[in-house]
């Protein structure tokens, strides 16, 4: 099992920044690729970005490419999500999920295995 506890969301006006926190225990953090979702209400739950085990591979969803990075620290058992230039369309549940490395990054919910709670993010205009 795995346990995955994000952070860090919370009420923000559009153009600002947040960075998330997804802290990780439960088995070898290094061994898993990192992805975040989210979900705004009554929508299907989005990929927003992942990351591979290693953290040398990463992979972001046109609508936050180049305004979102995600990142990892492996040594904190941590992975990160760094919000710029949010927009109110940005508005959801943010959850992080975990799936076994492998050889190339899934961006679909079924493929993860573990999944955390969510942080809340709303972006006001």
């Known amino acids: 099992q795995v346990q995955l506890v994000e952070s860090g969301g919370g009420l923000v006006q559009a153009g600002g920044s947040l960075r998330l926190s997804c802290a990780a225990s439960?088995?070898?953090?290094?061994?898993?690729?990192m992805a975040w979702f989210r979900q705004a209400p009554g929508k299907e739950r989005e990929f927003v970005a992942a990351?591979?085990?290693?953290?040398?591979?990463?992979y972001d969803a046109d609508s936050v490419k180049g305004r979102f990075t995600i990142s990892r620290d492996n040594a904190k058992d941590t992975v990160y999500l760094q919000m710029n230039s949010l927009k109110p369309e940005d508005t959801a549940v943010y959850c992080c999920?975990?799936?076994?490395?492998?050889?190339?990054?899934?961006?679909?919910?079924?493929?993860?295995?573990?999944w955390g709670r969510g942080t809340q993010v709303t972006v006001s205009s």
């Open positions: 990351v591979s085990w290693g953290g040398d591979t990463s």
């Open positions: 999920a975990a799936k076994p490395g492998g050889f190339i990054i899934m961006t679909t919910p079924d493929r993860y295995d573990y």
């Open positions: 439960g088995r070898t953090f290094s061994r898993y690729d």
